[in-house]
């Protein structure tokens, strides 16, 4: 019996969504500090959060990120996530 293997999923920040970890964007505060990164190889340590590649779920996540985070983000992240959503979807 071949193995089927399991594709990791994530929870959307925005609309609350599961889907496949590849398809979503990670957005990571790095340990000990308050550094909010763009996460694009999914692999930097630090708490993180994932949002799908749309602007409308950016706009609702914005919140809920601050608030997992613990911190308050800085503008130019959210824009660094809107150019992110805009490469994804071929803008």
């Known amino acids: ?7 990791p999923e994530r929870r959307c920040a925005g609309c609350s969504e599961r889907k496949p970890k590849k398809e979503l964007i990670r957005i990571v505060r790095l340990p ?3 550094t909010i ?7 930097k340590s630090g ?3 994932y ?10 996540a914005r919140k809920r990120l ?16 809107e150019e992110e959503i805009d490469k ?3 803008q």
């Open 37 to 43: 990164e763009v996460d694009l190889t999914g692999k």
């Open 66 to 81: 601050e608030s997992g985070f613990e911190c308050t983000i800085p503008e130019d992240i959210f824009s660094k996530l």
């Open 51 to 60: 949002i799908c590649p749309n602007k409308a779920c950016l706009k609702k």
């Open 1 to 7: 019996m071949a193995g089927v293997k399991k594709v």
């Open 32 to 34: 000990d500090s308050q």
């Open 47 to 49: 708490r993180g959060a």
């Open 88 to 90: 994804v979807n071929g």
